[in-house]
């Protein structure tokens, strides 16, 4: 059964803190995610990787990176947590080849993150 | 600027009966389009999805319908069932997807 795993559920941290968030996929997938869902804004990106050392901003990568050094790890990384990047944290990973496109997101359970 | 809207942010549907969830997009060039399920504290689930070459996909008692010309998306789950009851969010692209604001679906016993 396909799998994602996101290694906290929940997360309590303090402003200026530098705070990791890591997911592992093991579906041999090329493409992972990190989204961010809030009230009333649904789930926005906040980068992607397409392989392994790549990545790509996503729509709101501001105050994040990310990491990819290995094809089934990819964390996400706040230099500085500040408390409006208190959120639900989603993982999401996916296969897709341009002849034969898998086009499902396979999510992780989220990380509920608070910065105080 | 959204690329992706669910203009309803909750239904409620009494059991049995048809849930129709809607969804507008802006950029024609989405290749698939895909909904979610989504329980509290728990990861969105996968539902079912749509090309953009066909017009209708149908899974059990979900059925998306996509109207290309409207750059429109519904969804509809016949008949309701309360384990329905979610947040129902659909997804444009190609391999990397912009999600809406989803949809709350209450389903009535």
């Known amino acids: 059964d396909v799998k994602v795993t996101q290694s906290s559920r929940y997360l309590v941290k303090r402003t200026g803190e530098k705070v990791f968030l890591e997911c592992v996929q093991d579906?041999?997938?090329?493409?992972m995610f990190w989204y961010r869902q809030d009230p009333g804004l649904g789930l926005r990106l906040i980068y992607f990787s397409y392989d392994v050392k790549m990545k790509e901003k996503g729509d709101i990568p501001e105050g994040y990176s990310v990491s990819r050094e290995k094809k089934e790890r990819f964390s996400l990384i706040l230099e500085s947590a500040s408390t409006n990047q208190t959120s639900m944290y989603l993982c999401?990973?996916?296969?897709?080849?341009?002849?034969?496109?898998?086009?499902?997101?396979?999510f992780g359970s989220g990380t509920q993150l608070s910065v105080l | 600027d959204q690329q992706v809207k669910q203009n309803s942010p909750s239904l409620s549907v009494q059991e049995g009966r048809i849930s129709i969830l809607n969804c507008d997009y802006t950029n024609s060039m989405f290749d698939y389009f895909l909904w979610y399920k989504k329980y509290p504290a728990e990861g969105p689930t996968f539902l079912i999805s749509i090309s953009s070459i066909k017009d209708k996909n149908e899974d059990g008692r979900f059925t998306v319908f996509l109207n290309k010309s409207a750059k429109h998306l519904s969804l509809h789950i016949v008949p309701s069932q309360p384990g329905d009851s979610a947040v129902y969010f659909c997804a444009a692209g190609t391999y990397k997807y912009i999600f809406g604001t989803g949809t709350r679906l209450k389903v009535l016993a």
């Open positions: 999401a990973s996916s296969s897709w080849d341009r002849k034969s496109p898998n086009e499902k997101l396979f």
């Open positions: 579906m041999d997938h090329e493409n």
